[in-house]
């Protein structure tokens, strides 16, 4: 069973990198700033570091609690920024961005609840704390 949180924290983290590699293109940068992100050219690529350190952090469990605060820190802004489904007028592209916002949002409670628990029992955090105990 304790390889069942590994999974999960893979599975969680997988997203964040599949999507990572656009966060240093012009398309994304482009987009961002159309939808009203400050200082996008900078903003964008500055998120994708972000997130590719947040998600490795998980999915290795070195400093998974730091790695989860970082992805927070990656999910707050892009979900009200990017996903703000509330100012869209069209009505298929407000409901493709609520998808995205409902979605963001829900990871955003998975990396909390890593905040508080951190990497789990099959991690480097856990090994790393095992080699700490006096024999």
Sequence with gaps: ??????????????IFLKTIQGHFTSGYVGYAASTGVPLASVMVPLSGVIAILGALSIILGYKG????????????????FMHNFWTVSDPM?????????WKNLSMLGGALIITYFGSGPV????????RKKPS
């Design 65 to 80: 609690k730091l790695g989860a605060w970082l992805i927070v820190i990656f999910l707050i802004p892009v979900t009200f």
């Design 123 to 130: 991690s480097i955090d856990s090994w790393m704390k095992s």
């Design 93 to 101: 592209a407000a409901m493709s961005q609520a998808v995205s916002f």
């Design 1 to 14: 069973m304790k390889y069942l949180e590994l999974l999960g924290r893979i599975l969680f983290s997988i």
